[in-house]
């Protein structure tokens, strides 16, 4: 086992393995509970945007420790979070620096740290931290989040060497490398292939596979292959964001929106949500179909602020403020 070494976490917390540090002779069960308490109020403010509050209280919740374990590495994930957040990048990488000086082989650090450089236009230092995310991460994911980074920075040359790297390598026996194929080879708009990997990935056991795979045999025109692997996605996963939107379906289906309303809601609140944009579209129809076209109005003027490119949303919009405007007229 690696011998834990002491080190000085960025803002100033130094990790003890042994002895008392900031909390005197505070017991153990006091400090967990001090450390925990921090930490929700951290995340609290994160949540409401007050990022100086978030990092104060994560500050706070790692002087309440002795040692570094779990809970400490990943206070200090959400303390880099709320400085990146806050604009600090330099405090962040600080941070992360902390986090890779305790384990020189954490490819998420790597890669988080490699964003925040390439969000302060330092592209060399971000490649090579890239590079190290590949070097330890346990699969191939990684290569999408790369991907997804450097192609949202414009380094559309050096995103796309990403990709074909990742399509180049074997998959191995990991599902997960199966469905970064597939996934890549959507973005490419090579359907057959993506399929074919696709299927590899659930064959192997990756549930969370059978949605991209959806989306390819959608790209296809297979709507009956389409179905079947959002119900085995929704079966495995049976209050995921994708089986609400699907039960919000049915019951716009049958008429009855106010459950739709309430399904697509909570499909929008659910812990993970991968399909937003696709609940949130559904959830202004099914206001629509209820008749409150305020509330329509409402939901469609943030959903064009934050998915500008769809156009058929844009001409709902004009036909909703048409509708409104003619009704206020007649009144």
Not at 42 to 66: C, H, P, R, T, V
Not at 298 to 315: I, S, V
Not at 320 to 325: A, P, Q, S, V
């Amino acid at each position: 086992m690696m011998k834990k070494r002491n080190i000085l976490f960025a803002g100033g917390v130094m990790l003890l393995l042994a002895g008392s540090f900031f909390t005197g002779c505070t017991s153990k069960e006091q400090r967990l509970e001090k450390e925990t308490a921090y930490r929700k109020i951290g995340l609290n403010a994160m949540e409401e945007g007050d990022y100086a509050k978030s990092i104060e209280a994560f500050n706070s919740a790692l002087e309440q420790a002795k040692g570094i374990g779990a809970n400490e590495v990943d206070i200090c994930y959400y303390k880099a979070a709320a400085q990146f957040a806050a604009g600090d990048y330099t405090k962040a990488v600080e941070t992360y620096d902390a986090l890779l000086e305790y384990d020189k082989k954490n490819a998420d650090a790597y890669f988080l740290r490699g964003c925040v450089y390439l969000k302060k236009n330092e592209s060399d230092q971000a490649k090579e931290d890239f590079k190290k995310a590949v070097k330890y991460a346990a699969n191939d994911e990684i290569y999408l989040s790369i991907y997804n980074s450097l192609a949202g920075a414009g380094c559309t040359e050096d995103a796309n060497a990403y990709l074909e790297e990742a399509l180049g390598k074997k998959a191995g026996r990991d599902a997960k490398n199966y469905t970064v194929k597939g996934r890549f080879y959507l973005i490419k708009e090579q359907y057959d292939n993506a399929v074919e990997q696709l299927v590899k990935a659930v064959e192997k056991g990756d549930v969370e596979a059978n949605l991209y795979l959806a989306q390819a045999y959608e790209a296809l025109g297979n709507s009956t292959e389409q179905e079947k692997c959002i119900d085995a996605y929704i079966k495995e996963y049976p209050k995921s964001s994708v089986a609400y939107n699907k039960q919000g379906l049915n019951a716009m289906e049958s008429g009855d929106y106010e459950t739709a309303i309430s399904e697509f809601s909570a499909g929008l609140e659910a812990d993970e949500v991968t399909n937003e944009q696709e609940l949130r579209s559904n959830l202004i129809a099914a206001y629509e179909y209820n008749l409150d076209f305020d509330k329509a109005k409402e939901l469609m003027q943030a959903y064009l602020a934050d998915y500008p490119e769809d156009e058929a949303a844009a001409r709902e919009y004009l036909f909703l403020n048409k509708d409104r405007n003619e009704e206020n007229n007649t009144e």
